[in-house]
């Protein structure tokens, strides 16, 4: 009687000899599986990445505007009123006729300047001629009058910070200028050597010079409306 009840009382309150073995691989198993989950959802994710790059997003700067108020332009030509107010930040500050201009032959030209309201100005000299050859034959003159002077041996010893911004702003620059999907003009954006650059340009029977500072000539040049 005591030897059966010894064994009824072990079956009751001792747990089987099989079952910690088996509770033990089933937490191998458990824990093997939630490890090579991890694994694959991690190789998973840098396919995806590397498959589908995030496109890279292209910032637009909006164009600088003026902070101080263009003068009224006298002149009442349909030329001279289709000149602009304001180029980039710069506001009209002056405006005369170009005598000279007008003696090398121009049928009526000006000569302005842009502020943006401190020392640093745009100069631009506007005119046209009677036809578009005695136009490009004039910008052609006034093109060999602004080449870059040669440099000194100090110059070439210590680049100046002129020769640095006009590298970073890519002079000197040249191509044809177009309306309406045809070629009307030339244009040639050069370094004047004294930290402005000069850009001269035709369109039709107009000629146009601007100087402007060596680092914004050139997008004076693209924002000017003729």
Known sequence: MSETA???????????AWLLPVAIAA??????????????SQRSGKSGATGSPAAAATVVLPSPTPTVSAVARQATS?????LPSSVLQYALATSAAD???QS???????????????????????GQWET???????????????????P????????????????????????DVTAGGATVGTYSVVDSGDGTATAVWTNGQSVFMLVAPAAEAYAAYTAFPL
Not at 27 to 40: D, E, K, R, S, W
Not at 78 to 82: G, L, V
Not at 104 to 126: F, M, Q
Not at 153 to 171: E, F, I, R
Request: aromatic share 6%; net charge positive; proline share 4%.
């Open 152 to 175: 000194t041996a100090s110059a070439v010893a210590t680049p100046s910070a002129g020769a640095s911004s006009t590298a970073t702003a890519g002079l000197p620059r040249s191509g």
């Open 99 to 101: 005598t000279a201009w």
């Open 104 to 126: 090398a032959g121009a049928l009526e030209a000006w000569d302005e300047t842009y502020t943006d309201g401190t020392a640093r100005t745009l100069k631009l000299r506007a």
């Open 6 to 16: 010894h064994h009824s009382g072990s079956g009751t309150g001792r747990r089987p």
């Open 27 to 40: 937490a191998v198993v458990a824990v093997a599986g939630i490890v090579v989950g991890v694994v694959l």
């Open 132 to 150: 578009a050859d005695q136009a490009k034959a004039f910008a052609a003159t006034l093109v060999a009058a602004v080449a870059t002077p040669a």
């Open 78 to 82: 349909a030329f001279a009123k289709a």
